[in-house]
Nanobody
Framework: VQLQASGGGLVQPGGSLRLSCAAS????????MGWYRQAPGKQRELVAQ???????YYADSMKGRFTISRDNAQRLVNLQMNSLKLEDTAVYYC????????WGQGTQVTVSS
């Protein structure tokens, strides 16, 4: 498996989740990595990205709520999501930037009361 995302689930508004992604060496090495999401009926969008040296970028609606990190030794990319909102409901995927064709199955995040 090239990209294995995990950690999704059902959470109430205001709650938290931590997503994790294990990437293959060919995808992870020396590349920026990102978390993307796709909500029903919407296009996939970039949520956050992290470069090999740890620099980060967040989409505006995620700033202050989400934190992306990477473990280069373990080839892991994590996304800590706090203060979750209903509109954060989506399937979350990890991939490189630019993304490869290997999206993996993603992990479902459902925010609901």
């Amino acid at each position: 498996v090239q990209l294995q995302a995990s950690g999704g689930g059902l959470v109430q508004p205001g709650g938290s989740l931590r997503l994790s992604c294990a990437a293959s060496r060919s995808i992870f090495r020396l590349k920026p990595m990102g978390w993307y999401r796709q909500a029903p009926g919407k296009q996939r969008e970039l949520v956050a990205q992290v470069t090999p040296d740890g620099s980060t970028y967040y989409a505006d609606s995620m700033k202050g709520r989400f934190t992306i990190s990477r473990d280069n030794a373990q080839r892991l990319v994590n996304l800590q999501m706090n203060s979750l909102k209903l509109e954060d409901t989506a399937v979350y995927y990890c991939n490189a930037l630019p993304p490869t064709a290997q999206w993996g199955q993603g992990t479902q995040v459902t925010v609901s009361s």
